[in-house]
């Protein structure tokens, strides 16, 4: 006789032997460490910071190395992580003005105060694949402009806002930030915690609806004012150790973009801001994220919402990588109970459908 | 931190730190307090992904003691993968008994199933819900959606079933059944089948609904009236089957079907197999039966 | 055949019509430093027919959009005599009092029907809709005043299952009006209802509407550009420009002796056709 399928819990636990040594790879070849992944993935590693919102190289190089190099399931465990931490409060607005830069470009200035550094950019290799990496290499070591510490150049945003020329920045001072992470989003949303989502979106589904805005689904005439990467100072106030004090300091990627302009009656025309920031050293997603604010800034500056990047439901509703993953894979789970009542009424009514046919018949005779 | 630190023992009972668990709770109340209202609620990530029961499990996190004892149907089984592994996180980070007989356990965690023996006082029923908004198919914004329940602005709904009855001569909603809950509140049962849509309607246990990616809970109080939607001359009715439980003899309980050949061979037994194994146990030792009902 | 006076019903309705059904005071509205339409009065009676006409950007639109509440006035009142017979300020009222208001007692037909209907469910549904909402739970019941009002546009009743979709553009405003007075409104805005037509189907669409506003005796406001139709439906107009109304009357009277120059204009160029 037939009896219902047993045996879950022990298919479960060889399912994860078999994933724990498919992960392993060859036992012959040494294994992956840590510091490898976080020296050598590095923007990887980035990625696994910033979408996982926790700033921890080893936590996301161990992440990746268990998820097996599956970026998004990394970002999984690294969120699954954090959101078990006590939070003790909230850290001080890090300034990017000062910023300890590694690279900093302007394209709306040929030059400027500071000066164009360029910094480890992709953006002028050829892109061949280099034979010789595939061996152990030496590289040179890299030239250094600044013995001492470097100079801290002004932001394009500030020079424009010096003329008035941009409109002014949002003044956060006097309140907690909001935090997605510990309130549930309540649309329409403050730009504030809109960025906070977009900070912590799927950088592919982002970059995408970026995209779209430069063809022409809400164009927004965007000029890269200023891309910032660097090291900045997180200072925490805790009023038990009297003043704020340094808890470290963490690599950033701030994108600041200069839009089309907008004015009204009373106020000139004056170019609006976009803004993205995301952890370590990715300019694709904060350049995306800027585009991307930008175009959900539509209600507030008058515009018509006419695209999909201008829609914040839409974009914030399915920014999230691990809320978008979980959804669609859970498919995989079994439906059986209902599928076994959708395929009753199929039944039925093609039983019925036979039915009127069988009737029309008839009468037909 | 370094890594060494953050071992299991780190967690808290149940995974989820008691302040996470006060917020849940609070929801969970304002839920109770309203019935079939939806309440937002800050959802964590888990350490299982989003619509593999997120909702359910932090709301099980949230209100199970070391006391309580916990049982974990998918499907109606105690024993498909997803219920097992969660099961297994609970049994991990709480400690807690679990058990597979409806009777026994405090607390049952649920995927589109209501069990086939009745509930009882004291009991706590957890949905794990993929998408509780019943209007989100007719009204994809939740601004709109939000309105509508606010304003009891339901005629959408209706519509929706006029639609089906005009194209097929029937309701073709066989899942995921939309009730209305203490006469205010058109509420998603979660997608258990409509055949135990009845048994929420004025239940003695508490029912909680959780989404965790929607960030949402909801809440049917004991002896609350659930009504499923329906019209005048097309009343709502339950899909019956045919044939007994092929296995224990049932008959008005939910079958699942059998594929046993590749040549139409096929049979229907119970899909609650812990109430299918119960009936099988109580056939078999009908003699040594002492009358304890469990 | 007349109907006697002594009914008790009727003569409710009959003293009902001695009072202003909506009665506009003041009501202005600006965007930003420009004029939408500014310190317009009237009142409108039960079973009376107003046409507010005026060139593009006269301010009609914005007009109709505050006193429907669609759009909230920067100044001014508008008030609605409720079948109760108490008056209420309708930008004093609760949301959800002022919603159920605009799917029972009102109606409001738009140009373009797209955005007054349902176009991925049935006719019959979008008719059945408003009858839905307020509580009405029988199909078969349902489905027979959709029959119903169908055969009063002028839809065949085999259609009853079609989307608009697989329409054409007279018979969705058509269907866009059965949807609306189903619920026998006392007041219906009607905003150049048969501005997106052809010629030929415009003519039968005025015919039917003006056939059915005397059946039923409703209230109509109706925002046109166009002086026939003003004159076939209405019994008073209205006339805008640059926000302001310049000159109200009797249909034909104004008609026949617009007083205010640009009236003249508008009068003299409807008259040459």
């Known amino acids: 006789m037939y009896v219902a399928v047993k045996g879950g819990e022990k298919a479960i636990d060889n ?75 909230y850290s001080e607005p890090i300034d990017t003005g000062d910023m300890k830069l590694e690279r900093r470009i302007s394209a709306t200035y040929k030059d400027l105060p500071g000066g164009q550094m360029l910094g480890p950019t992709f953006d002028y290799t050829h892109r061949l694949l280099d034979p010789a990496l595939a061996g ?12 001492e510490a470097p100079e801290k150049p002004m932001r394009v945003s500030d020079i424009l806002a010096g003329e008035g020329l941009i409109e002014p920045d949002g003044d956060p001072s006097g309140r907690d930030p909001a935090d997605i992470t510990r309130t549930p989003l309540e649309f329409p949303l403050e730009r504030e915690t809109r960025l906070q989502a977009l900070s912590r979106g799927d ?16 164009r927004n005439h965007p000029f890269v004012g200023e891309i910032r990467i660097g090291e900045v100072e997180v200072e925490f106030e805790a009023p038990e150790l009297g003043g704020a004090s340094v808890l470290g300091r963490v690599q950033i990627t701030e994108c600041q973009m200069v839009n089309q302009f907008k004015g009204s009656a009373k106020a000139p025309p004056q170019f609006t801001r976009s803004y993205g920031l995301v952890f370590g050293q990715s300019e694709r997603k904060a350049m995306s994220m800027a585009l991307c604010d930008r175009a959900l800034r539509a209600g507030e500056l008058g515009e018509d919402r006419v695209a999909a990047a201008q829609d914040e439901e839409f974009v914030i509703s399915h920014s999230d990588n691990v809320q978008a993953t979980g959804f669609v894979e859970h498919l995989k789970l079994p439906h059986y109970v209902d599928f076994q009542a959708e395929l009753e009424l199929v039944r039925k009514m093609r039983a019925e459908h036979a039915h009127r046919a069988e009737n029309m018949q008839e009468a037909a005779e | 931190m370094t890594l060494q630190d953050t071992g299991l023992a780190a967690y808290n009972f149940a995974y989820l730190d008691e302040q996470t668990k006060r917020m849940i709770r609070r929801a969970i109340l304002k839920a109770i307090a309203i019935p079939g209202y939806q309440v937002p609620f800050a959802s964590r990530e888990m350490p299982m992904p989003y619509g593999w029961g997120t909702g ?24 498909t993968t997803n219920a097992v592994s969660i099961r297994k996180f609970f049994e991990k980070t709480a400690g807690v008994e679990t058990t597979t007989r409806t009777g026994e356990a405090t607390v049952i965690q649920t995927r589109h199933r209501i069990p086939e023996a009745p509930l009882k006082e004291g009991q706590v029923l957890v949905y794990q819900v993929p998408i509780p908004e019943p209007l989100r198919f007719l009204e994809p914004r939740e601004t709109e959606t939000r309105k509508m329940h ?145 | 055949m007349q109907i006697p006076n002594g009914l008790d019903g009727q003569g409710a309705e009959r003293h009902g019509r001695d009072k202003p059904l909506l009665s506009v005071s003041g009501v202005s509205h600006y965007y930003g430093d420009r004029i939408g339409c500014r310190n317009v009065s009237f009142t409108l009676y039960p079973g009376e027919v107003l046409a507010i006409v005026g060139e593009s950007g006269s301010g009609k639109t914005t007009l109709l959009n505050c006193i429907s509440t669609r759009m909230e006035p920067t100044t001014g009142e508008v008030t609605y005599r409720f079948r109760d017979g108490s008056v209420k300020n309708l930008y004093r009222m609760g949301e959800a009092e002022r919603r159920f208001l605009m799917r029972t007692d009102w109606g409001f037909v738009h140009q373009n029907p797209a955005d007054g209907l349902r176009m991925t469910v049935s006719a019959g549904a979008n008719v059945g809709e408003r009858l839905m909402a307020v509580g009405e739970r029988h199909y078969g019941r349902i489905r027979e005043t959709a ?16 989307q608009p979709r697989a329409f054409s553009g007279g018979m969705r405003q058509r269907l866009q009006i059965a949807r609306n007075l189903v619920t026998h409104p006392r007041l219906v805005f009607m905003d150049e209802p048969t501005g997106g037509l052809d010629v030929s189907v415009q003519a039968r669409m005025l015919d039917l509407l003006r056939g059915l506003v005397a059946d039923l005796g409703l209230a ?5 550009h166009d002086l026939a139709v003003a004159r076939l439906l209405s019994h008073r107009m209205m006339v805008m420009k640059d926000g302001e109304v310049i000159e109200t009357g009797l249909t034909d009277q104004l008609l026949d002796d617009p007083q205010a120059a640009y009236t003249q204009l508008l009068v003299s160029s409807i008259l040459q056709v």
């Open chain 1, 15 to 89: 399912a994860h032997r078999l994933l724990a040594d498919r992960r392993r790879g060859d036992p012959e070849i040494s294994e992956l460490s840590l510091d490898q992944i976080s020296g050598q993935l590095s923007l990887a590693v980035d990625r696994v910071m910033s979408e996982g919102s926790l700033y921890d190289r080893e936590l996301a190089a161990l992440a990746i190395k268990q998820a097996r190099g599956d970026l998004i399931e990394a970002i999984f465990l690294v969120r699954a992580y954090r959101t078990t931490l006590p939070r003790f409060g």
């Open chain 1, 136 to 147: 152990e290499t030496v590289p040179d070591a890299p030239e250094r402009r600044f013995e």
């Open chain 1, 203 to 218: 950088e592919g589904f982002l970059l995408a609806l970026g995209y779209s805005t430069q063809r022409g689904y809400a």
């Open chain 2, 56 to 79: 359910g499990v932090q709301v099980t996190a949230s209100i199970i003691g070391p006391e309580d004892v916990l049982k974990v149907i998918d499907q109606g089984s105690d024993d």
């Open chain 2, 150 to 294: 606010a304003l009891e602005e339901y005629g959408l709904m209706h519509v929706k079933l006029y639609e089906d009855i005009a194209r097929n001569g029937h309701i073709a909603t066989t899942y995921a059944y939309p009730v209305k809950v203490e006469g205010r509140y058109v509420m998603d049962p979660s997608p258990t089948p409509k055949f135990d849509n009845p048994k929420m309607d004025n239940c003695a246990a508490l029912q909680l609904f959780g989404a965790g990616r929607e960030k949402r809970i909801y809440a049917i109080p004991p002896y609350t009236s659930v009504v499923s939607l329906d019209f005048e001359d097309h009343p709502f009715e339950v899909n019956r089957f045919e044939q007994p439980c092929a296995l224990c003899g049932a008959e008005g309980v939910y079958l699942d079907e059998m594929i046993l050949d590749d040549k139409g061979g096929r049979m229907f037994c119970c899909s609650d197999t812990d109430f299918c194994e119960e009936r099988r146990g109580e056939a078999e030792s009908v003699s040594a039966s002492n009358g304890e009902i469990v």
């Open chain 3, 147 to 162: 029959t119903d009002w169908l055969t009063k546009v002028e839809i065949a009743a085999d259609r009853i299952d079609d």
């Open chain 3, 220 to 224: 109509v406001i109706i925002v046109t």
